[in-house]
């Protein structure tokens, strides 16, 4: 496998690598992690040859096949989505078209030599695989979001990220013996990107990749690069295995730093206290050199070496409504419904990710929420004190590049310089950095300023879609950290499974037929409760293959005989209805009473809010055991 030997890589007087050397084995599964603007991106293009170290060798077999997803798609496309998926297995093609040619030529000529030919090609053609190309690339294509339907339209008249999907599966059909993939989820949705984690894990090669994927790299990966300020560390394992090893790392070169300064701290003393002296001078000349050979060892250790981490600072939103958002048979898409009817209620300080397959109206759903594009049916009303903050895709595309960090910022959100400055400060934009013009900046940096405006608006509501493109897997923690202690209500369209695991506290989930489902809970529990009631998941690797369990699963349908168990759990629905609606006027009579009370009577008003509480407590108990009574019910 690939190797490289005393690599060095320099921009200017920065070093990206400075004399690293590391083998690849073969079979393994290496995560290259690092903030942004280490140089992964560099490592990796040194690695598939488009750049070239200044320093050091880069050795590598020479029949290895390396794979590496491009920047660009291809200009040149074959006439269909299948076609060009399938022209990436070069060596099969041209056997396909060559066998193709003597098959023509054996009709008239039928010559030894020429039959001799058409044995070998088609010999040759079924050891590679090429019978089974077609249906190969199909599968592949089906894992990655492309629906049959798709498979005979032209490669230009996709989307840009749709486009670059192609390259990937053009990328697994080649098969390579080491893949470099950067950055490889960017233009996935939630179901591919679990397909191709279980592609990728399949994968007999060498796998080389960058990801902010947290969950994927915990999943996906066998060993980790570190790269940070030049030097490259090691690790055995996932990166949850790698943070732990790192802390320790880095506490142990702490207690072996402050040793060290002891050290000389009592080496210098005597240094001062007898260098002058002609008896003691070569005494002191000796511990100055172990001085300076202390020095040295105290260069070479992982102290201080956490970079600056994000810790956004957000207003505190207004005051909102008990129910923020209210949707009855809501019906989104611009000319006709992208799914089916939606029905949810949004209480104040929920969570809410909108998750799903690509182009099954994630974004729009979320435009429609906060009324950038209009409903096409059914209701969707918002209360009134709603302060919507909308954080979009294209949110780097509203920044004006002439202008500086600080003006952007102020622009959009006129808050005042201090606040605005606290702000960008706890966005890592300190000091002389707010006045850095946005046209200069890195993409990251760039999402960091988007975010900065959207979130600096003392919004009650924020609409955030895609949020964490762009930021490293640090900033990605932070984020989420951040808008766990925001109060406000949040909608957030992302791909990123530990993000929204991190901040989401309920689901919208649109499937892949154009269900529409609101769920309480992560994607885990998500995925938990479909299993357990015979569910294909959403986010199954083999949509077909899940469904087909699922079916399996399922009860068989009610006899008969099974009558008076179903008149019996409705009876049961009938009381659990009731109860509720009881716990329900309790608790508006408490409500009243509490209206009534002396604001300053503290323990009065405690005694009460403790007591709605509790019954709320009671009532999710009741709505639990109504909901299992339902699905019983259905089913």
């Not at 019978?131 to 490669?155: M, N, T, V």
């Not at 609606?581 to 408490?590: A, D, G, P």
Request: hydrophobic share 40%; proline share 4%.
């Amino acid at each position: 496998m690939i190797r490289f030997k005393n690599i060095s890589k320099y921009y200017g007087q920065r070093a990206i690598l400075t004399d690293e050397s590391f083998h690849f084995p073969h079979g393994e599964r290496v995560a290259l992690i690092g903030d942004n603007g280490a140089g992964k991106t560099t490592l990796l293009n040194i690695l598939s040859g488009i750049e070239t170290p200044d320093g050091g060798d880069l050795i590598q077999p020479k029949d290895l096949v390396v794979g590496f997803l491009p920047q660009e798609p291809n200009p040149n496309p074959e006439p269909t989505v299948l076609a060009e998926c399938e022209n990436s297995a070069k060596r099969v093609v041209e056997l396909r078209e060559r066998l193709e040619k003597l098959v023509v030529t054996l009709e008239t000529d039928h010559r030894p030599e020429v039959l001799q030919q058409y044995e070998e090609t088609e010999s040759a053609f079924r050891l590679s695989g090429g019978y089974e190309l077609q249906s190969r690339a199909q599968k592949i294509l089906q894992g990655l979001g492309f629906k049959e339907d798709s498979w005979d339209k032209s490669p230009l008249d996709l989307s840009g990220g749709w486009r670059m999907r192609l390259e990937l599966a053009r990328l697994f059909l080649q098969e390579p013996g080491f893949l470099i993939l950067d950055e490889p989820t960017n233009h996935l949705d939630l179901p591919s990107l679990v397909w191709m984690e279980k592609y990728l894990l399949q994968f007999p090669g060498t796998l080389v990749f960058v990801s902010h994927d947290r969950e994927l790299i915990n999943r996906l990966a066998t060993s980790l690069l570190h790269l940070q300020r030049g030097r490259i560390t090691h690790y055995v394992g996932n990166y949850d295995r790698f943070v732990t090893l790192q802390a320790l790392q880095i506490a142990q070169a702490e207690s072996q730093f402050e040793q060290m300064e002891k050290k000389k701290a009592q080496l210098q003393n005597f240094v001062d206290r007898f260098g002058a002296k002609a008896s003691k001078a070569s005494q002191a000349q000796s511990k100055s050199r172990v001085i300076e050979k202390l020095d040295q060892e105290q260069s070479t250790l992982q102290v201080g070496v956490a970079q600056k981490k994000m810790n956004l600072l957000l207003p505190t939103p207004p005051a909102n409504d008990r129910v923020v958002l209210e949707i009855e048979g809501g019906q989104i898409g611009y000319m006709t419904p992208l799914c089916t009817p939606i029905e949810a209620l949004i209480e104040r300080g929920q969570k809410v990710a909108i998750v799903g397959a690509n182009g099954m109206g994630k974004s729009t759903l979320l435009k429609t929420i906060g009324k950038k594009i209009p409903s096409l049916g059914g209701k969707f009303q918002l209360s009134q004190r709603s302060v919507i903050a909308y954080f979009a895709q294209e949110q780097l595309d509203v920044l004006n590049a002439e202008e500086t960090v600080l003006e952007n910022l102020l622009y959009q959100a006129p808050i005042g310089e201090p606040l605005a400055r606290k702000i960008l400060g706890s966005l890592l934009f300190q000091g002389a950095d707010v006045f850095k013009k946005v046209g200069i900046l890195s993409g990251g940096e760039k999402s960091r300023v988007g975010l900065a405006c959207v979130l600096a608006q003392k919004a009650n509501l924020l609409l955030l879609d895609e949020p964490t493109n762009h930021l490293d897997m640090g900033s990605i923690e932070r984020l989420a950290e951040s808008l766990q202690a925001y109060t406000g209500t949040l909608f957030v369209v992302s791909h990123n499974r530990f993000f929204i695991n991190a901040l989401c506290s309920h689901l919208l989930i649109i499937t892949s037929e154009g269900e529409c489902v609101f769920f309480t809970g992560t994607m885990d529990e998500y995925e938990q409760l479909c299993e357990k009631e015979g569910r294909a998941s959403l986010f199954a690797s083999d949509p077909a293959a899940a469904e087909k369990k699922a079916k399996a699963a399922r009860p068989a349908p009610q006899s008969a005989s099974s009558n008076a168990s179903t008149a019996q759990r409705k009876k049961e629905l009938v009381k659990v209805e009731e109860q509720m609606q009881e716990w329900e006027r309790k608790v508006q009579q408490l409500q009243k009473e509490m209206e009534l009370l002396d604001p300053s009577d503290y323990q009065a008003l405690g005694t009460i809010q403790g007591s709605i509480q509790d019954i709320r407590q009671k009532l999710l108990l009741l709505e639990q055991m109504w909901l299992d009574l339902s699905s019983h019910l259905e089913t």
